[in-house]
């Protein structure tokens, strides 16, 4: 059987941890900035861990990076 081919968007997007949880950047960082909060500003600046549900469908897209 052929292997699965990952989706290419998902591959620039998110990337594992060690103990398997999806990372991911923080959203809505790109433009309007002036009318987001300074601490909506400060706490977007990283990374985040995604969710659960959406961890799940993450790792759907990406088949042979999964950990564990």
Do not use: E, W
Request: net charge positive; with cysteine.
């Amino acid at each position: 059987m052929p292997k699965m081919k990952a989706k290419s968007s998902a591959k620039k997007r998110f990337r594992l941890t060690a103990s398997g949880k999806v990372r991911a950047n923080a959203v809505f960082r790109q433009h309007n900035l002036r009318k987001r909060s300074k601490k909506m500003r400060r706490q977007s600046r990283g990374t985040m861990i995604l969710a659960a549900p959406d961890a799940c469908m993450v790792k759907s897209y990406m088949p042979y990076q999964r950990k564990g």
